[in-house]
C-alpha cells in the first residue's frame, strides 16, 4: 500500500522555537496517509527520498515562485455564536455589551435550527481565513453546542468545543442556567461528544467568567474537568469593571486568578483570555499552573477594555498566544517531523489579491507582505491533518 499521501516541492515557512522564523526555499515535504509529514528536507535529496518512500515525481506538487507554505493558524479564542453580530455595539464598554448586544443573541441560539445556519457559516468563513484549528465557546445551549462540533468534524476543523455555564445573570435574566442544570448539561455535553469519537473535535470545560458563575459552579465544573482531564476556557481581568465586580461577588479571594486557581480551573491545558490587568503576582500563579493567555487586541481595543503588557507576560515565562497555546504543541504547529500537516498554500499572485507584486522578492518578503497585507484571498488552499479542507467543493 502507498504510505505517501502528498508530496509538495517549493518553499515552507514556519518555527520551531519562539521568536525565530525558518524559511526554507526549494524543499521537499511529504504526508502519510493519516497526514503526519513524513520529512521535510532539501529538494537535492529528492531521488534518495523517493527511492526510500516509493514516490516518483508525478507525485510532487511544486509551488509557484511567489508561493509558500505556513502552518495553519490557531485561534485560541473564539466566540462563534458572536460572528452574526460581529462589528456591532462596539460603542458599549464590556458589560453594557453583555447586556445589550451579546446575551440577547446568544439567547436564540435555543433553536437548532438557528445553530445549524449560523455555525455553518462561522466554520466555513474561519476556515477560509486560515483557521485550522478553533478553540470555541458556544453558548449555553447543549444541542446547539453538539451541532457546532459536528459542524467542525464535518468540515474537518481541529477543534474544542466549548458549551457556556453560567448560573448568574443580573443584567439578563433569560440567559442562565441554575447550578444543577449547568452541571448536568455540561456533563451531557461531554458525554456526547465522547461517544461520537470524532478524529479532531474535543469537548473543553468552559464557564464563561466569574461573573456569571457561583462559587460551587466553578468548583464544581473544576472536579469535572480534573475528572475527565479535559481542556478549560474562560475569560480573565478584561476590564476594570470585571474585576471589580469579581472581587464584590468573591470578598474571600484575594484576587481573580485566585478564584480560578483555588477551584482547580487554573491547569496547563487552561486557557484564559485577555488578562489585561493580571498583576505580576498573578502571572506567578499562571507561570506555576502552566496556564496559558489569549491575547485579544482587536477586542481590547474596541470594546476600550485596556491592554496587554505582552512583553510583561513573556518576562514571566506564562504561555501567550494570539487570539488567534492550547497544549497541543505535539500535534501541530510547524512542520517538524511526525507532526500533523495543518497548513495554508499563500499565493502572493492569487486572483484579486489585495496587492501586486513587481519584481522578484525575498522569501523573507513574501512572507512579510502577506502577513501585512494578505487575506483570505491569498490562501489558496487549507489542509488539516494532510486532508485538504478548503477550497470547498462548488456543491458544498
Not at 511567489?66 to 455564536?81: C, K, Q, R
Request: glycine share 6%.
Amino acid at each position: 500500500m502507498d504510505t505517501v499521501q502528498h508530496v509538495f516541492k517549493g518553499t515552507f515557512v514556519h518555527s520551531t522555537k519562539r521568536g525565530d522564523m525558518e524559511v526554507l526555499e526549494n524543499h521537499i515535504l511529504a504526508t502519510d496517509m493519516k497526514g503526519k509529514i513524513l520529512f521535510l528536507e532539501d529538494a537535492q535529496s529528492q531521488a534518495r527520498l523517493a527511492q526510500k518512500w516509493g514516490f516518483d515525481d508525478s507525485k510532487i506538487e511544486e509551488l509557484g515562485k511567489n508561493e509558500f507554505f505556513m502552518p495553519g493558524m490557531v485561534d485560541t479564542h473564539i466566540h462563534a455564536p458572536q460572528y452574526s453580530f460581529i462589528g456591532t455595539g462596539m460603542e458599549r464598554p464590556l458589560l453594557e455589551w453583555l447586556q445589550y448586544t451579546t446575551f440577547p443573541t446568544e439567547n436564540i441560539y435555543s433553536d437548532v435550527e438557528v445553530a445549524k445556519t449560523l455555525y455553518n457559516s462561522v466554520v466555513r468563513r474561519t476556515l477560509k481565513n486560515g483557521t485550522t484549528t478553533a478553540c470555541y465557546f458556544g453558548t449555553i445551549h447543549t444541542d446547539a453546542s453538539i451541532v457546532l462540533a459536528d459542524i467542525a468534524s464535518q468540515y474537518g476543523q481541529r477543534a474544542f468545543i466549548g458549551k457556556v455555564c453560567m448560573d448568574t445573570n443580573d443584567v439578563y435574566p433569560k440567559y442562565v442556567e441554575s447550578t444543577e442544570e449547568s452541571i448536568k448539561e455540561t456533563t451531557r455535553f461531554i458525554e456526547a461528544l465522547k461517544k461520537k469519537k470524532y478524529d479532531r473535535v474535543k469537548p473543553i470545560v468552559t464557564p464563561r467568567f466569574a461573573v456569571s458563575c457561583s462559587e460551587k459552579l466553578l468548583s464544581d465544573l473544576g472536579q469535572l474537568a480534573e475528572e475527565n482531564q479535559l481542556h478549560i476556557q474562560s475569560h480573565i481581568s478584561e476590564s476594570l469593571a470585571e474585576i471589580d465586580e469579581v472581587l464584590r461577588l468573591f470578598p474571600d479571594y484575594k484576587n481573580y486568578t485566585e478564584v480560578y486557581g483555588r477551584n482547580k480551573l487554573l491547569t496547563h491545558k487552561t486557557v484564559m483570555a485577555h488578562g489585561c490587568y493580571l498583576s505580576n503576582e498573578e502571572l506567578l500563579v499562571f507561570k506555576e499552573k502552566g496556564a496559558a493567555l489569549s491575547h485579544c487586541p482587536n477586542s481590547n481595543i474596541s470594546l476600550c477594555s485596556g491592554h496587554l503588557d505582552v512583553r510583561n507576560v513573556l518576562k514571566h515565562k506564562v504561555k501567550l498566544g494570539l487570539g488567534t497555546a492550547l497544549s497541543i504543541d505535539h500535534i501541530v504547529g510547524n512542520f517538524q517531523v511526525n507532526k500533523e500537516f495543518d497548513a495554508l498554500r499563500i499565493n502572493l499572485e492569487a486572483l484579486n489579491s489585495p496587492f501586486e507584486v513587481f519584481s522578484d522578492i525575498s522569501k523573507e518578503e513574501m512572507v512579510q507582505r502577506f502577513l501585512f497585507l494578505g487575506d483570505d484571498r491569498n490562501i489558496t488552499a487549507v489542509y488539516v491533518a494532510g486532508r485538504r479542507v478548503m477550497p470547498l467543493p462548488s456543491n458544498a
